[in-house]
Every structure is written in C-alpha cells, then in structure tokens.
C-alpha cells in the first residue's frame, strides 16, 4: 500500500541544497526553514542522501562533494533567493536573479501563476536591457522600482524575480519555482 502523496517538490530539494550550502542543519531547522512538516523533511533527506548529495551526522547535514557541483551548477544559472524588504509589495519578499533568461521570458504572466502554483501570493517579474530594468509585458524601464529594490548585480540580459507571499519560505518557493521553469 502506498502512503500518501508527498507534499514537498522539486522547489524543496532545490531549497535545500541552497541552505545546506550556507551551513549546516539539523532536520528541524530545515522543517522551519522550508515550511514543510518533518515527515516530508526526511523523505528530502533521504532523496538527496540516496542521490549522494547530502551526507548526515548527529551534528546534522551538509552537501558532500556532489552535493556542492550540484550546489555550483544552480548557481551558475540563478542565485539563491534571498529575503528583501521593500514597500513595493505587501508580504514577506523573496529576490532572486535568474541569468541571462530574459530570451525565455513571457510576459510575466506565465512566471507569475508558476509562482502562485508554489505557494506564493504572486511575483514581480523583470530583466535588464540596455542597462534598465524592464518589465516583460510593457519593456517600460523601472529605475525608480531598481533603487526600492536592492537588486543585486544582475547584467543584460538576467531576470529579476521577486516573489512575495504571507511567509518568507512560501516566497522563496515561488521564486525558485520561477527560476527553476526559467532555466528548465
């Protein structure tokens, strides 16, 4: 008989490499920080120890070598999601930068309901071109949004995501959600 269907994705393993590549963590940090219950924590853990990525102590886990090529090629193609605070949106804000994925990009629709589907309440999407931050649906520059934003370092061409819910870990799923579809 099988169990139940799992409650965390593709966004959860993902999530997790990023945070094991910070530090390590104990499991129920890592039910804290990626809001999902401890029964769907130890299934991620036992996927990513099966997989060879994350190895497990009493001290708690951490990336092994795999886990941190893993880790570097996730990074080669969008950053961690990263908590900001901004009075753009309401809510609890998660920023990330998805590189050189502008060519990809719809209207911002698409990017928006991916994030929605993760557990977000929505996002803003928006890339640089000719050195301005643009909206997909309109290309009006958005300077003024840019300095409200902290965006880090981003060059022609990346995607700015920034993904808002009434938690932050809900944000950074749907975030990664986005950058995740982006570079898929």
């Known amino acids: 008989m099988a169990g139940a269907d799992p409650s965390f994705t593709e966004v959860h393993l993902v999530r997790t490499l990023f945070l094991l590549g910070r530090k390590r963590q104990g499991r129920k940090k890592l039910v804290k920080l990626l809001g999902v219950g401890e029964g769907s924590v130890r299934t991620i853990i036992k996927r990513l120890s099966g997989d060879g990525l994350i190895s497990s102590s009493m001290r708690g886990h951490e990336l092994t070598g795999a886990g941190?090529?893993?880790l570097?090629?996730?990074?080669?193609r969008f950053s961690g999601p990263v908590g900001?605070?901004?009075d753009v949106v309401d809510g609890s804000k998660a920023l990330l930068v998805v590189y050189g994925a502008a060519g990809r990009?719809?209207?911002?629709?698409n990017e928006r309901d991916t994030a929605v589907k993760a557990g977000a309440t929505g996002a803003l999407v928006m890339y640089y071109s000719g050195g301005e931050l643009v909206f997909p649906s309109t290309g009006g520059e958005l300077d003024a949004f840019k300095d409200s934003l902290q965006v880090p370092e981003?060059?022609?061409?990346?995607?700015?995501?920034?993904?808002?819910?009434?938690?932050l870990q809900r944000a950074c799923d749907g975030a990664v959600a986005i950058a995740l579809r982006l570079t898929s």
Do not use: Y
């Open 72 to 76: 570097k090629g996730l990074l080669n």
């Open 84 to 86: 900001v605070e901004t």
């Open 154 to 167: 981003a060059d022609e061409g990346d995607v700015i995501v920034l993904s808002f819910a009434c938690d």
């Open 68 to 70: 941190q090529e893993r």
């Open 105 to 109: 990009l719809g209207s911002g629709v």
